[in-house]
């Protein structure tokens, strides 16, 4: 198949759709210990060039800058989900007197250590996640943050807050005796995962995150104070619904009543419209068996009284902009931003910020995607992404 090349200014933005396969969009950033080498590249005799490469009858338009030194060639990323793998050690890590959290290792024992932060907060991880990763190469670390999924107690939101989360995290990692770890996030994940690097940069040798969340009143508002209802007016009603109209001025104020109501059934009332309002909105196209989870009352009550107890707290934040006012802190982390372009739960504005604050990290728009991770292209990337660091950390 042809290839149509021409040189273009530099840019790490890209747009993909993926109804057919891509080529992948690499500019290696190197690890710390590597970043001597980067500055070496060059390109048939062009330090620092860039190349714009088109498939012909393909969809897509990929940057790939920097990619190599003169004569050597270029190799595609795989996109396609490792096989599923079972995890070779579990266990649960008392983390304060109230919380133990559960977590896992699957892949190489001996692999580089990537840590998986899920989203929500409130989700809990799937088996599904592991499968994001190279088991040969990675050392893939999941756990349930508080509350959430296996960690006890189910749904707790005492000494529950992003500041926790994030001493747990280092917790565990101090569990697991690594000394440095990747780490990956989406939603919530990737608030989570912006705040952790930020707070322990030196622990972080890459990070990659997905469906950009930073916890900003108007993200918040959008979400649940009828923004996303114009696009979902039909998943918006019964989420409204609930709620009677003098209760109307702040529907995360209203279900939080609920949420935190004495009486387990108004609680799980409200946390089965909640969760079932983000679960019908999270796909561009419609998934019946992630709607579904709505109407599981274990899942949903963790879910959305974790989820709005820090939406009223406004993440535990010291002010609107803190992630974006700290980028400082991580701009010389190897980092890829995935953003679907049809992401309702978590729309574009917010990866828009973070790339205009954050230009150094990969920024890839999924053309046909919404917010899940589960979408094929948001998941081509998502793979590319970690290969593009695992490549890295080989050579």
Known sequence: MRLAIKFVSKSNFLFTHYSLPTIPSSRPRFPRSLASISNNFTFSGKKKSSLWVQRVSYKTETQLSDLMESGKEIQELNRNLYPAVEPYSTGFLKVSDIHTIYWEQSGNPNGHP????????????SPSNRTFFDPEFYRIILFDQRGAGKSTPHACLEENTTWDLIDDIEKLREHLEISEWQVFGGSWGSTLALAYSQSHPDKVTGLVLRGIFLLRKKEIDWFYEGGAAAIYPDAWEPFRDLIPENERESFVTAYHKRLNSN?????????????????????????????????DDNFSLAFARIENHYFV???????????????????????????????????????????????????????????????PGIAAELVAANEKLKNLLKN
Not at 266 to 292: G, Y
Not at 322 to 329: S, V
């Open 114 to 125: 990537v840590v998986f932060l899920h989203g929500g907060p409130g989700g809990g991880t």
């Open 263 to 295: 009486d387990l059934e108004t609680q799980c009332a409200a946390a089965r419209a909640w969760t079932k309002w983000e679960m019908m909105t999270a796909h561009l196209l419609p998934n019946d068996d992630n709607i579904k989870r709505g109407d």
């Open 313 to 375: 707290n406004k993440g535990f934040l010291p002010s609107d902009s803190f992630l974006l006012d700290n980028i400082d802190k991580i701009r010389h982390i190897n980092s890829t931003i995935v953003q679907g372009r049809y992401d309702v739960c978590c729309p574009m504005m917010s990866a828009w910020d973070l790339h205009k604050a954050f230009p150094e990290a990969d920024f890839k728009v999924v053309s046909d995607a919404g917010h899940s991770a589960n979408e």
